[in-house]
């Protein structure tokens, strides 16, 4: 008799079998023997180990988007492919397969049910604006009749399915740590989290920030940068982003109630500009890639801000999660709007919706139940 996980692999093979067409490419067989060897890896698995969500690679699974995205009045044009017209449909049917376990599918209604009553909040720049909009149309396909209210104030956007009293929210932050027009322009103060009272009462929080950190000319939005009393006219940007994210990680410790609020940092979220990284040398960016990588490793490896990351969250006393999506993400060359938005230029940096967005939340709902 064949195992759950049998039938699922067999399942997603008929499927596969008749939707692709005569010209798949051997990098989707290649992703689909990776399916197959995961399953057998599933079943051998040794059930006492604990399992890592953020190891694993992606499976061609036409089960998948988890919501039309057409249906979802949420979605920005920035982030819209579909309505764009992205030619290409197949960077919506993959599912990301960990190595020793299963992903378990989001479901919204359970969810929604569980965070009745409950106020959730994504802090960051736009890449938390994507992930935000993600988690919105996953729970506006759970629950399509129900009553739904928006609002913006200031930095805050907010979403609220009223039957189950669930706010989704977002808090637009660059750095996270303060911004504060003075006499001499604009200070960046990298120990002061003022927002943080705000922030602390919410019972979920999903921190972001790094793709700023480089920004300079009119895209730096900060003149100057403060630490206690020394003011510096710049200073090296790894540098500013470690002590920003320590006067974070101490305000956690300091600040935030964990056995009332769950606390997360959204892991770094790559782009795809230089073909090398992938094996496609002389490569620009990502507007002609259709399939993801194969297998579970990332050439270049992790980005120098990612170790950064661990090393600030290991530090910290309190329980805090990373949700290390940077490695899965960068075998998501394929999943980038590309030229596909209402902004019409090339976007090798956010992420369609539907799209990786989505697996970034199905590892936050996973990590809220575990």
Known sequence: MATGCQRIVLAIMVAVSVTLDSCASSAEAGLLQSESAN????????????????????????????????ACPFVRKEFDCFKYGRPDRRYLNYRWQPQDCDLPRFDAQGFLRRFQG???????????????????????????NSSISQETEGSISK??????????????????VDIEEESIGRVMKLDSLKNGGLWKDMDVLIFNTWQWWYRRGDKQPWDYIREGDRTYKDMDRMVAFRKALLTWAEWVDSDVDTIKTSVFFQGISPSHYNGTDWHEPGVKDCSKEKLPMTGSTYPPGLPAAAYVVKEVMSSIR??????????????????????????????????????????????????LAA
């Open 118 to 144: 409950k106020q959730i909040m994504y802090i960051g720049d736009s890449l938390s604006l994507n992930n935000w909009q993600s988690l919105v149309c996953l729970l506006h396909a759970g629950a399509p």
């Open 39 to 70: 399953g057998v890896k599933g079943k051998k698995r040794d059930q006492e180990k604990e399992c890592d969500m953020y190891q694993g690679s992606w499976a061609y699974d036409t089960s998948y988007p988890l919501y039309d995205p057409s």
């Open 159 to 176: 979403v609220t399915f009223q039957d189950y009293g669930v706010s989704v929210m977002l808090f637009h932050s660059l750095y996270l």
């Open 318 to 367: 309190k329980p805090v999660h990373l949700l290390d999506v940077t490695t899965l993400s960068q075998l998501r060359k394929d999943a980038h709007p590309s030229i596909y938005s209402g902004l019409k230029v090339m976007d090798c940096t956010h992420w369609c919706i539907a799209g990786l967005p989505d697996t970034w939340n199905e590892l936050l709902s996973a990590a």
